[in-house]
């Protein structure tokens, strides 16, 4: 098991990851820090370590949310829907057709085919993602999947779920038949840089950081 340390505390959220092989994809697991709800972001390919976490802290996952439908991010969703088959799935709209579709999530070109159960609703800009206590701002960032989805928590500080759009000092891959650089910085200048300074970015891959280190730093999208 991985540290059960929280990778983050934003108030009223405590955030744990837990990263899946072979892609070293960033599972989230977000816990309201006065109850035992939760939502678990992008189960990757090791869904019992998350399961594992789950059942050891007594939490109660009432939602499975998904930035994107590539398979990095989808591969747990059977084995968590199956745990708690009263959670929806949710996706953004544009990327839902991914869950059923190995070669649209790209397992089959890695000889996987991966199937995720369908989505319980999609999810659009200007239609907010609310389940239990947990509201966040969807918007909609297409580039690196042409339906990704960011989501951003209005906690203390912000909390944004970037998925594979915004890494640290990096972006996510625009080579994907359905990517495409200029929307993707545009998306990420327009939207994600609108964010407060202090706002953390919580990625797909790799380490958190801030709108502010990215505005200063990101070598592929610089406000500097």
Request: proline share 8%; hydrophobic share 40%.
């Amino acid at each position: 098991m991985q540290s059960c340390q929280p990778l983050v505390t934003a108030s009223p959220f405590e955030v744990y990851r837990i990263i899946s092989r072979p892609f070293y994809e960033n599972t989230y697991v977000v816990i309201q820090s006065k109850s035992k709800d939760c939502l678990i972001v992008d189960p990757g390919f090791e869904p019992e370590a998350v399961i594992q976490f789950v059942d050891e802290h007594q939490l109660a996952p009432i939602a499975i949310v998904l930035t994107h439908g590539h398979s990095d991010h989808i591969a747990g969703v059977a084995s968590i829907k199956q745990q708690w088959p009263s959670a929806p799935v949710l996706i953004g709209h544009g990327d839902a057709a991914k869950l059923s579709d190995p070669v649209a999530n790209l397992s089959a070109g890695y000889g996987i085919d991966v199937i995720s159960p369908p989505a319980d609703a999609v999810l659009r800009e200007g239609e907010d993602l609310q389940v239990g206590d947990f509201r966040a701002t969807v918007v909609e960032i297409p580039g690196h999947s042409v339906g990704h989805v960011v989501f951003w928590f209005a906690s203390d500080p912000v909390l944004i779920f970037a998925g594979d759009v915004l890494f640290r000092e990096g972006i996510g891959r625009t080579d994907f038949p359905d990517g495409d650089f200029s929307s993707l910085e545009s998306g990420i200048v327009n939207k994600l840089y609108k964010l407060p300074d202090s706002a953390i970015v919580l990625p797909g891959h790799g380490e958190p950081t801030t709108i502010g280190h990215e505005k200063k730093h990101n070598p592929f999208v610089s406000l500097s």
